[in-house]
């Protein structure tokens, strides 16, 4: 497939979104319902530092999604 068959923005009505930025909504997201899981199991009291954490989760899920679903 050619990389012109690739959106550059993602269009949600008539806003265009650059892709990294709906990545990294859906890297929060998944962030949010992992730290849920993790809350709710107790494995969360483990980690020294919950923050940093979260946000290296997001990072990674923004990566994921960025590279599975928006290639460049």
Do not use: Q
Not at 29 to 40: A, H
Not at 47 to 52: A, K, N, T
């Amino acid at each position: 497939m050619p990389l012109a068959a690739f959106p550059k923005e993602i269009a949600i009505g008539d806003i265009y979104l650059p892709p990294l930025l709906v990545a990294a909504l859906l890297g929060l997201i998944c962030t949010s319902l992992s730290v849920r899981l993790l809350n709710r199991f107790r494995w969360f009291r483990h980690i020294v530092s919950p923050p940093l954490v979260e946000l290296s989760l997001t990072i990674l899920y923004a990566l994921f999604i960025g590279t599975l679903f928006f290639p460049s």
